[in-house]
């Protein structure tokens, strides 16, 4: 079983920051990836930035230059990602979800933490 908890989520003004965090524990070996998306009501769920185990990071053009994922250093595997968002835009408000993806396993996602960006 794997479980993903997530936490950082919440209100804030546009141009703010914001820090999401999110833990992976379980039978995780063998992570490839970790990664979070975002799904704004209405829309479909989007990959917002992403980092394998390797250290390849990928972001969303809409994200570029303002959100940087990051991973825990103390470890040799990527178990916790973070995402720092900063310049915060009212159209980033979305319920943003933690995946992990595990090889031969598949992605597993977390709860989702609400972030809320007002104007």
């Known amino acids: 079983q794997v479980r993903l908890v997530e936490s950082g989520g919440g209100l804030v003004r546009a141009g703010g920051s914001l820090r999401l965090s999110c833990a992976a524990s379980g039978s995780i070996s063998s992570i490839d990836a970790m990664g979070w998306y975002r799904q704004a009501p209405g829309k479909q769920r989007e990959l917002v930035a992403s980092i394998t185990n390797g250290g390849r990071i990928d972001y969303a053009d809409s994200v570029k230059g303002r959100f940087t994922i990051s991973r825990d250093t103390t470890k040799s595997t990527v178990t916790t990602v973070y995402l720092r968002m900063d310049s915060l835009k009212p159209e980033d408000t979305a319920v943003y979800y933690c995946?992990?993806?595990?090889?031969?396993?598949?992605?597993?996602w977390g709860q989702g933490t609400q972030v809320t960006v007002s104007s």
């Open positions: 995946k992990v993806n595990i090889r031969y396993r598949g992605g597993y």
